[in-house]
């Protein structure tokens, strides 16, 4: 099936400094990625669609200016949280719907632990 | 938001018995979609259900999809220790959205 890279696995930072996310789309194109956050024993909340060549589209509650997104190329999303704050640990993962007729159908990237101190 | 409720949170079983998990909307789907999270993992796409009433089988996995299409179940039979993660659902269209899961615990 689709492979979707994502990294880090994991990463701890200070309060303060940002943290940049990448996800890969390896073996198809995606000109929209899916990035979602999981808090602990609880369901993945979408937070944004990433489309290539455009801005984001975020979901209410999220603030664009402190998850900055970027999806440069048909293989490439990134997320950035910028000035984290030990609110902003969570689990990260991505995911992306290659083109055709398996386009509804979410591969997922293996998630990012972000651990803020 | 979320747009699919799911029952129950959680679902402990003797290995051998039977399980099921629940997914609810307010609203018509287009169509849904189940996924399982291993622990520590990352979800995996189990299936897409798309027609009113659709049943689909996977080995000892059974899915439905409501005949109004706001409801769908995932059912296995004779649960395994294999069968342990967070099975979610998911609808589609408008908005990609996960329901809350049913985290399975089989013991041996």
């Known amino acids: 099936g689709a492979v979707v890279s994502q990294h880090p696995s994991r990463v701890i930072c200070k309060s303060g400094t940002s943290v940049k996310i990448e996800c890969r789309s390896l073996?198809?194109?995606?000109?929209?990625m899916f990035w979602y956050r999981q808090f602990p024993k609880q369901s993945l909340m979408l937070m944004a669609t990433?489309?290539?060549?455009?801005?984001?589209?975020?979901e209410q509650g999220v603030e664009k200016d402190k998850f900055l997104i970027n999806h440069a190329s048909l293989t490439l999303s990134t997320l950035t949280v910028t000035s984290a704050h030990p609110e902003d640990s969570s689990f990260y993962i991505c995911?992306?719907?290659?083109?055709?007729?398996?386009?509804?159908?979410?591969?997922f990237g293996a998630g990012t632990r972000l651990s803020v101190l | 938001g979320q747009q699919v409720m799911q029952i129950p949170q959680y679902q402990h079983v003797q290995e051998g018995e039977d399980f099921t998990t629940y997914c609810n909307s307010s609203?018509?789907?287009?169509?849904i979609q189940w996924y399982k999270q291993r622990p520590g993992g990352h979800p995996v796409f189990l299936i897409q259900?798309?027609?009113?009433?659709e049943v689909k089988k996977q080995k000892r996995l059974t899915f439905q999809f409501g005949e109004a299409k706001k409801n769908s179940s995932l059912h296995i039979t004779a649960t395994q220790t294999t069968d342990v993660g967070t099975y979610f659902c998911?609808?589609?269209?408008?908005?990609?959205?996960f329901g809350s899961g049913t985290k399975l615990n089989v013991k041996p």
């Open positions: 995911s992306a719907p290659p083109q055709g007729l398996a386009k509804n159908i979410q591969y």
């Open positions: 073996d198809f194109q995606a000109t929209t």
């Open positions: 990433s489309n290539e060549g455009s801005k984001a589209t975020y």
């Open positions: 609203t018509t789907l287009s169509n």
């Open positions: 259900l798309v027609k009113s009433g």
């Open positions: 998911a609808s589609v269209t408008p908005k990609f959205y």
